[in-house]
């Protein structure tokens, strides 16, 4: 089981960059795509899916190019894209009996794997009710049951926690780290707290273009002995921000505690604190885009 994208770009009308000389190897595990909004992630993903084709480069699932074979990679594809609507009206059992009749999943298994999915996907409760009752986090798991249908390879899940509330967040979150598997999960979204406990690698983009493929850890310590701390009076904030990268900054009786990300001390009462991934992103796309880190 083995993803390549190979120096794949993709042009928009009016040189608009989607992609630009993107590659990058996946096998097993769940991958989060990380990235600001307009980054690139629905148009990677969409390639993909087969739905838009690339304008330069290639991508071969275990070896067959998915330009030239597109079953290849659509019989084995799983997808939930960013805009999923369900139909308001029909309920869990008929929307994902509909699902299964488009994707020509075979039918005598149907029901039962209807039934195994929406235990999977904490539903069955729910399975007679019209899908249009359903709060924003059902809405995505129902969504996740449909992506499942045909038991998928390649899992790509678009920006799934938009929307969401806390609770549902990471109730959403575990389901797919439960689901990984011998299975390669693409997730994408700019929420780093969204991949942090989940993701096996990072892949991170900016611009069409990848930043940096490597496991959590690796991006932890791409900012080890380089977060700090301390606590300034409120009004010399913007100065701060102006002066270096703030990751972060909470209220205290005395002023306000920031969080910087600076390869040096930036001052000396600034105490060294250890980082998260938050901080490592910040600093990523902060130095793409020629920012102070
Ligand atoms: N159909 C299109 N026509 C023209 N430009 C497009 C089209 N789709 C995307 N783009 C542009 O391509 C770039 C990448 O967009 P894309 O939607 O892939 O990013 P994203 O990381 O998914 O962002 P978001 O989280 O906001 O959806 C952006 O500059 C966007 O404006």
């Given at each position: 089981?083995k993803?390549v994208?190979?120096h794949?770009?993709?042009s928009?009308k009016g040189?608009?960059?989607?992609?630009?000389?993107?590659?990058?190897?996946?096998?097993?595990?769940?991958?989060g795509l990380?990235g600001?909004?307009?980054?690139?992630k629905?148009?990677?993903m969409?390639?993909?899916?087969t739905?838009?084709?690339?304008t330069?480069?290639?991508?071969t699932w275990d070896?067959?190019?998915i330009?030239?074979?597109?079953?290849?990679?659509?019989?084995v594809?799983?997808?939930?894209?960013?805009?999923?609507?369900?139909?308001?009206?029909?309920n869990?059992?008929?929307?994902?009996?509909?699902?299964?009749?488009?994707k020509?999943?075979d039918?005598k298994?149907?029901?039962?794997?209807i039934?195994e999915?929406?235990?999977v996907?904490?539903?069955?409760?729910?399975?007679s009710?019209?899908?249009?009752?359903?709060?924003?986090?059902?809405?995505?798991?129902?969504?996740?049951?449909q992506?499942?249908?045909?038991?998928?390879?390649?899992?790509?899940?678009?920006?799934p926690?938009v929307g969401?509330?806390?609770?549902?967040?990471?109730?959403f979150?575990n389901?797919?780290?439960?689901?990984?598997g011998?299975?390669?999960?693409?997730?994408?979204?700019?929420?780093?707290?969204?991949?942090?406990?989940?993701?096996?690698?990072?892949?991170?983009?900016?611009?069409?273009?990848?930043l940096?493929?490597?496991?959590?850890e690796?991006?932890?310590?791409?900012?080890e002995?380089?977060?700090?701390?301390?606590?300034v009076p409120?009004?010399?904030?913007?100065?701060?921000?102006?002066?270096?990268l703030?990751s972060?900054?909470?209220?205290?009786?005395?002023g306000?505690?920031?969080?910087?990300?600076?390869?040096?001390?930036?001052?000396?009462?600034?105490?060294?604190?250890?980082?998260?991934?938050?901080?490592?992103?910040?600093?990523l796309i902060?130095?793409?885009?020629?920012?102070?880190?």
């Amino acid at each position: 089981m083995k993803l390549v994208i190979d120096h794949v770009s993709k042009s928009y009308k009016g040189n608009v960059w989607g992609l630009k000389d993107f590659s990058l190897e996946l096998g097993p595990g769940i991958l989060g795509l990380l990235g600001p909004n307009g980054a690139g992630k629905s148009t990677l993903m969409r390639i993909l899916a087969t739905i838009t084709r690339a304008t330069e480069g290639t991508i071969t699932w275990d070896g067959v190019d998915i330009a030239k074979s597109p079953d290849s990679i659509r019989s084995v594809l799983g997808y939930l894209p960013q805009d999923f609507g369900v139909y308001p009206n029909l309920n869990a059992v008929e929307f994902l009996e509909y699902m299964a009749a488009i994707k020509g999943v075979d039918g005598k298994a149907v029901k039962r794997r209807i039934d195994e999915l929406l235990e999977v996907v904490n539903l069955a409760d729910a399975r007679s009710r019209p899908l249009g009752g359903y709060s924003g986090g059902m809405k995505q798991r129902i969504g996740i049951a449909q992506a499942l249908l045909n038991d998928p390879g390649l899992l790509i899940v678009d920006e799934p926690t938009v929307g969401l509330d806390p609770e549902e967040r990471v109730r959403f979150r575990n389901l797919l780290s439960d689901l990984s598997g011998d299975r390669i999960v693409i997730l994408s979204t700019h929420i780093v707290s969204d991949v942090e406990a989940i993701a096996s690698d990072i892949a991170l983009i900016n611009k069409g273009e990848l930043l940096m493929h490597a496991t959590p850890e690796d991006l932890l310590r791409s900012v080890e002995d380089k977060v700090w701390e301390w606590v300034v009076p409120g009004t010399a904030l913007p100065d701060v921000k102006r002066q270096f990268l703030v990751s972060g900054t909470i209220r205290k009786s005395d002023g306000v505690q920031v969080r910087v990300v600076s390869d040096a001390q930036p001052v000396p009462k600034a105490g060294a604190v250890s980082p998260t991934l938050e901080d490592a992103y910040l600093r990523l796309i902060s130095s793409h885009r020629g920012g102070s880190a």
